[in-house]
């Protein structure tokens, strides 16, 4: 059993308002295949997330269309009534027609109902941060944020977030209402989201990073990273987490798992100390399309 906690990663204050363990969690992989439909093991998923909490984890990440409606009302399960610490994210702005298929629909009106949802299935009077999960094209971003900033007035949102964007257009949302995170993909594999990281840095917006580690590709047995995890008596999947930490002090990682024993591993990579040089040799062992 770990002994290290995921207070070990540092703390970063989203928004100037909500203080997270920089070492997070996301529950994208407690559904079914292809994130459609229940796990198989739902008391697995309640164990998992009840020892997160126990190891210090602070941030965890959701979404509506998870299942759909499948790991808001785990993490309800698992946690409600949730301490003081804890900080939900979840997202709308995606509808679901099956396995691995994703249709964005940001209309207001849905993202109002979405919000609703998310409240009543989460059990909260009002969501820590609710992120726009991703861009709806058909829509004006304008009314997208515009409709998150109405709930924040209202009280239903605490933060807004963004999922998937541009720098510019992090800049149109920011004129429209103040933007506490931005979560697109990014890990040591594939840094094309280099410049929003930046621009996130200068402007103390979180960074979410989904997918840090590849959903194993990164990770796997005989990848890149193994000769140097087997150097420094760590795993691969710790290296690259403590990579995306060392990366920025915006950084958030929330790495998800449904097996308590990778959750514990992950957690472990808060305590990983890398020098200079093992920063240097992991971001040269991967190529990156950035």
């Not at 679901?96 to 209309?107: E, I, Y």
């Not at 590709?217 to 990579?243: C, D, F, H, N, Y």
Request: aromatic share 4%; with cysteine; net charge negative.
């Amino acid at each position: 059993m770990t002994s290290v906690r995921a207070d070990a990663s540092g703390r970063f204050v989203i928004d100037d308002a909500l203080p997270v363990n920089r070492l997070g969690y996301g529950t994208m992989q407690l559904t079914g295949p292809g994130v459609w439909g229940p796990p198989a093991d739902p008391d697995g998923a309640v164990r998992v997330l009840r020892r997160a909490a126990e190891l210090g984890v602070t941030l965890f990440d959701t979404a509506d269309s998870y299942g759909p409606l499948v790991a808001e009302p785990l993490l309800r399960r698992a946690l409600a009534p949730y301490d003081e610490d804890i900080v939900i994210a979840t997202k709308a702005g995606f509808t679901r027609q099956g396995p691995d298929r994703w249709t964005p629909l940001g209309r207001p009106a849905y993202l109002r109902q979405q919000c609703e949802m998310s409240l009543r299935i989460l059990g909260v009077d009002r969501i820590a941060l609710l992120q726009l999960h991703r861009v709806d094209p058909e829509v004006p971003l304008e009314d997208q944020v515009g409709e998150l900033k109405a709930l924040k007035d209202e009280g239903k949102i605490a933060h807004i977030g963004l999922s998937e964007v541009s720098v510019d257009q992090i800049e149109q949302a920011r004129a429209i209402a103040p933007i506490a995170s931005v979560q697109n993909l990014y890990n040591l594999a594939d840094r094309t989201a280099e410049n929003v990281l930046d621009h996130c840095e200068r402007h103390h917006i979180a960074f979410i990073p989904w997918f840090p580690l590849a959903t194993g590709g990164l990770v796997k047995s005989g990848g890149p990273l193994e000769a140097i995890a087997s150097r420094l008596s760590a795993t691969p999947s710790q290296l690259a987490l403590a990579w995306l930490l060392h990366r920025s002090p915006v950084m958030l990682p929330i790495p998800g798992t449904s097996s308590v024993e990778h959750l514990e591993q992950n957690v472990a990579a808060a305590g990983l100390q890398l020098t200079d040089d093992d920063i240097t040799a992991l971001s040269a062992a991967v190529t990156s399309p950035s």
